[in-house]
């Protein structure tokens, strides 16, 4: 099993003393820490208009910054958004085969259609016409890569005769994602031979058996692209401390903070009553239902959020569903303190990844032994 980051750039107001400065170079920092810690794979969201919950609105720059200051882990655009309003399909292929070259071949691309009406609404986007995009674009966009002209003539949308340039490193082209909230969606993925990236954190018990139908339905795929990218990702949370009950505590801040942030976010389920957008999605995932006493302040099940031997205990759980990669939020609204975040993934480097990612574990070893001899030089 292997590790990652999911970087959303969540910057609590006000917005003075340039913090979103810091917000974006502190994650920056975040992920050259974690690439010489032996994780694998950063994911940066893109989001419009969503006030505090995440400025992440250019993730291809994000990933470009990264890219300059490190040399092995992979960067993901989790997601890229696949409604012609907010961007056209050749944009989208163009952007990510830019970055795969620059970055000699790094580049994985997830693909979605949003599920909030602040962004949606606010590019002027039909709610009733994003999955046929999705659908169109994500057939598109590897022949794009592939073929040295493309011509297309769709329901979404329509471009004469043009080369799509440059083409990607990765031959014949980058892995293919799509985020999976709503159940369904991952025999989406299933269908077209598409990595499925999960982004319902925690609840491992509602996933394991939805894992599974992937496994047995990719198997008959007629896949989008060149290849099939059998793979499963899940969304969690990280913050490893030697204090379990600190540790458990700063989690519930974090995760208080991304539920005050969605509170303030529309989801299409809440405006429109959509025929394609009937399931919460990932916004409304932590928000208490103010009607039930039980569930206030009641925590999903399978977080990474305790010291080493409890996060251990969770990730047993999470490697028995099958799935390939996790990749953990790992700060929200600065709840927590950079050192704190650098400090955690340090921990888990040293103490849980050795139980999962013995190759990785090397890598961090030999890293923090290097920077042991360095501090006592």
Not at 36 to 51: A, I, N, R, T, Y
Not at 77 to 94: D, R, Y
Not at 105 to 111: A, I, K, P, S
Request: contains cysteine; glycine residues 8%.
């Amino acid at each position: 099993m292997k590790f990652g980051l999911l970087m959303e750039l969540s910057v609590p107001r006000p917005w003075t003393n340039n913090i979103e400065h810091k917000v974006f170079h502190d994650s920056i920092e975040q992920v050259v820490v974690a690439e010489s810690l032996g994780f694998d794979q950063v994911w940066s969201v893109e989001h419009h208009f969503l006030e505090e919950y995440s400025h992440s609105s250019c993730p291809e720059i994000f990933l470009a910054a990264v890219a300059a200051r490190t040399s092995r882990i992979r960067l993901g655009f989790g997601i890229a958004t696949c409604v012609p309003q907010i961007s056209h399909p050749a944009k989208l292929a163009e952007k990510t085969a830019f970055l795969d070259v620059i970055s000699s071949g790094r580049v994985e691309v997830g693909t979605g259609r949003s599920s909030t009406w602040n962004e949606l609404g606010g590019f002027g986007a039909s709610i009733d016409d994003t999955k046929k995009s999705w659908d169109e674009f994500i057939r598109a966009i590897p022949k794009m890569w592939m073929q040295e002209r493309y011509s297309h003539k769709g329901l979404t949308f329509s471009m004469p005769e043009r080369a799509v340039l440059p083409k990607p490193y990765q031959k014949p082209h980058p892995p293919l994602w799509v985020a999976v909230t709503a159940p369904g969606t991952e025999l989406d993925a299933a269908d077209r031979g598409l990595g499925c990236l999960t982004l319902s954190f925690g609840n491992i018990g509602n996933t394991g058996e939805r894992f599974e139908t992937y496994r047995k339905r990719i198997k008959n795929c007629e896949p989008v692209g060149a290849f099939v990218n059998e793979q499963i990702i899940a969304a969690n949370w990280l913050y490893c401390h030697e204090d379990k009950a600190h540790a458990i505590e700063r989690g519930r801040q974090l995760v208080g903070g991304f539920g005050s942030a969605a509170a303030q976010i529309s989801e299409i389920k809440g405006v429109y009553p959509a025929s394609n957008y009937l399931e919460q999605g990932l916004l409304g995932m932590f928000r208490a239902d103010p009607d039930n006493a039980s569930a206030r302040g009641k925590m999903p099940d399978g977080l990474c959020l305790g010291d080493p031997d409890e996060i251990i205990k969770v990730l047993k759980r999470w490697e028995s569903t099958g799935v390939d990669r996790l990749m953990f939020l790992i700060n929200y609204m600065e709840v927590l303190t950079q050192k704190e975040v650098l400090d955690s993934l340090r921990l888990f480097a040293r103490e849980v990844m050795p139980h999962f990612d013995p190759e990785a574990a090397i890598a961090a070893r030999l890293m923090l032994d290097t920077i042991g001899a360095e501090a006592r030089a």
